[in-house]
């Protein structure tokens, strides 16, 4: 069974009729990453200088955009080109926006959206300052400083890079087989140390079980390097021009190869999932037999 999907018609211009939009909802919520082959964000002449891996400042591995405090992090831009990306950050978040609105109308009453980013590094050969870093690495996200609290984590990812080189990435098994593995890897949550990390503001919000096994998850798959070595694997090699749209709390994943990738993260409660089943919340709990959004 593939791992992709295709919908008919063209999401940056219109919504798709229901039909189209039901059978990308089942797929999204499957597991399955949306894809759009020829669907991407046009940039302006203007904003070629953007393609210097020099515009990123620091040890991080992206440009993040916060669209509630409107300021931009990890660049070493200022002045009229801070300006540029800044604009160039915002008019990516619009985009995406527009094709979750195009493709899935059903969550537009409930996003929230979160950071957009710029990775203008190249991935292969990078080395991170862990394996917790290490995005080459099988995993499902997880934030360790930003707790969902159960919230899904909706990613839309548009390949911008003008040398045509491929975003290279490898995806995994499902996420109940990866919870059923790992899962007894993880140490019993503690509502008291979740305390703590959030009064010493180690959290920006409190640490719920939920974010605790997720975390976990993350955490245990890529410091296995024999699961790493042996899990089955398919590799997408998405071109640039190309666009994506995938739950990243669910599918498995890990990004091999590429440069110049913008992404928009939204966030959804996953009590309005179409098919609830499917959430990471769910698998979870029905694995552990208990909730794990109360303390």
């Known amino acids: 069974m593939s791992l992709l999907y295709v919908p008919e018609g063209t999401p940056t211009k219109q919504a798709l009729d229901s039909s189209e939009q039901a059978k990308s909802i089942f797929a999204l919520e499957h597991g399955k990453i949306v894809y759009l082959p020829e669907e991407s964000l046009s940039l302006h002449t203007e904003e070629a200088f953007l393609f210097s891996p ?3 400042a620091g040890k991080a591995k992206n440009i993040s955009y916060s669209p509630h405090a409107g300021k ?18 915002q008019r990516y978040a619009d985009y995406a926006s527009s094709l979750i609105a195009n493709l899935f109308p059903l969550y537009v009453p409930h996003l929230t959206r979160g950071r957009t980013s710029f990775r203008p590094i190249e991935i292969a050969g ?4 862990s394996y ?3 995005d080459t690495r099988v995993h499902v996200d997880a934030f360790p400083a930003s707790p969902t609290q159960g919230q899904r984590i909706l990613r839309v990812f548009c390949n911008i890079n003008p040398d045509k080189r491929p975003r290279v990435w ?4 499902s996420f109940e087989q990866v919870a059923t593995q790992f899962l007894p890897k993880v140490a019993s949550y503690s509502s008291f140390q979740a305390q703590m990390l959030k009064i010493f503001k180690l959290t920006h919000s409190y640490r719920t079980a939920y974010d605790h096994y997720m975390l976990g998850l993350h955490d245990a798959m890529k410091k296995d390097v024999g699961y790493q070595t042996s899990v089955k694997k398919k590799q997408f090699d998405f071109p640039a021009g190309s666009t994506w749209i995938v739950y990243t709390d669910q599918v498995s ?4 190869k590429g440069q110049h990738l913008l992404e928009q993260t939204f966030y959804l409660p996953p ?11 769910y698998v979870l709990e029905k694995l552990l037999g208990r909730h794990l959004l109360v303390s």
């Open 271 to 281: 009590q309005i999932m179409l098919h609830a089943a499917q959430t990471p919340l």
């Open 253 to 256: 994943h890990a990004a091999l």
């Open 126 to 129: 990078r080395i991170p300052a």
């Open 132 to 134: 917790k870093k290490d």
């Open 170 to 173: 490898e995806v995994g098994e």
């Open 72 to 89: 931009i992090k990890h660049t070493a831009l200022t002045g009229v080109e801070l300006n540029s990306l800044t604009l160039l950050l």
């Open 54 to 56: 020099q515009i990123k």
